[in-house]
């Protein structure tokens, strides 16, 4: 059973706990933290779970620190202006919760330091120098999703075993899918699963790639993570729902949305870190020096209501390995 298990890749990751008692903070100052994120429209929980972990660190804003949020519901584009305004203000560290907000926050600033959040692959992106040392003004948390892809194939693959080939919905747009569909390639052939990929750079293209789903006989579907496919995740759900298409996704707002299955890194986890991230660079400590971690706690979310309406028997033994089990 695989629920929640450590993912453990070799760093020290057990100096991010989080502290039981309230640390005190120099008196009178005020820090200013900027933040890069997607809307609270899109579901994710960034805001509340971020802020929450900075006051238990001892930050309370309004006290000792300024928030200063700004979210963007168009292109990853629109971060540019976004991240440049966030430098005009001199922030003291700015928080970017997605990967095109932490390359628009490193085209901008090379001096003000960057804790990312939910970035896969940060070395072959070009952030860091390496995991172990970033060596520039960025550090934090990565997501893998590489990794992550190709086991989000591997669990939909138990789940569907009958599928004739899987599809695989993927933005062009997106920095690290290209690597996402590398490693989601190399992993079928060493499953054995046939996959017929597919690309969507936004909505207008999602009735045309399922119906393409349907003319080729794909049995499943993935679709890699990608906040455009988060802000639009309704529509997924029932555009599969409606092609009889078992689906796995990224993030668990999928699942909520009416998803079938979700495997993603658990967000908890991810921006509690995040927010010791933001401490110690406050306190003093260098971005160069404080290595890039990797999850080690993971979300595997079945809704067995779209399951039934699928007509589909989880097995079992992936039943199993679910940390939640939507009714």
């Known amino acids: 059973m695989i629920s929640r298990q450590a993912f453990v890749t070799g760093l020290a990751l057990g100096l991010l706990a989080r502290p039981l008692t309230t640390h005190a903070q120099p008196a009178g100052?005020?820090?200013?933290?900027?933040i890069l994120s997607l809307p609270p429209s899109v579901g994710s929980r960034f805001t509340e779970l971020l802020e929450q972990d900075l006051r238990d660190l001892g930050y309370v804003e309004g006290r000792n620190l300024a928030l200063e949020w700004r979210s963007v519901e168009g292109t990853p584009e629109a971060f540019d202006d976004l991240a440049a305004e966030l430098v005009r203000l001199k922030v003291d560290v700015i928080v970017a919760s997605v990967p095109a907000a932490v390359l628009a926050a490193k085209r901008v600033t090379t001096m003000i330091p960057i804790v990312m959040v939910n970035t896969p692959d940060p070395v072959q992106l070009g952030l860091v120098a390496s995991l172990g040392r970033p060596g520039g003004n960025i550090t934090g948390v990565t997501s893998l999703s590489v990794d992550l892809s190709v086991k989000q194939l591997q669990l939909l693959r138990e789940a569907v075993p009958r599928a004739p080939r899987i599809a695989v919905l993927w933005n062009p747009t997106n920095p690290w899918h290209p690597l996402a569909v590398k490693g989601v390639e190399a992993g079928a052939r060493s499953l054995?699963?046939?996959?017929?990929?597919?690309?969507?750079?936004?909505?207008?293209?999602?009735?045309?790639?399922?119906?393409?789903?349907?003319?080729?006989?794909?049995?499943?579907?993935?679709?890699?993570?990608?906040?455009?496919?988060?802000?639009?995740?309704?529509?997924?759900?029932?555009?599969?729902?409606?092609?009889?298409?078992?689906?796995?996704?990224?993030?668990?707002?999928?699942?909520?949305?009416?998803?079938l299955m979700s495997y993603w890194a658990d967000s908890v986890d991810l921006y509690r870190r995040a927010a010791s991230y933001v401490d110690r660079i406050l306190k003093g400590a260098k971005p160069a020096d404080l290595p890039v971690e990797q999850p080690m706690t993971f979300d595997f979310v079945i809704n067995l209501k779209t399951a039934q309406a699928l007509g589909l028997t989880i097995p079992q033994h992936v039943l199993l390995q679910a940390t939640e089990v939507l009714q």
């Open 192 to 259: 054995g699963v046939q996959l017929q990929i597919l690309q969507a750079r936004g909505p207008e293209v999602f009735d045309h790639a399922f119906a393409a789903m349907r003319r080729e006989r794909s049995g499943a579907v993935l679709v890699l993570a990608d906040p455009m496919a988060v802000f639009h995740r309704s529509r997924l759900a029932d555009l599969a729902a409606r092609h009889r298409l078992p689906a796995m996704y990224g993030p668990r707002e999928h699942t909520e949305a009416g998803g």
């Open 29 to 34: 100052k005020v820090y200013r933290v900027g």
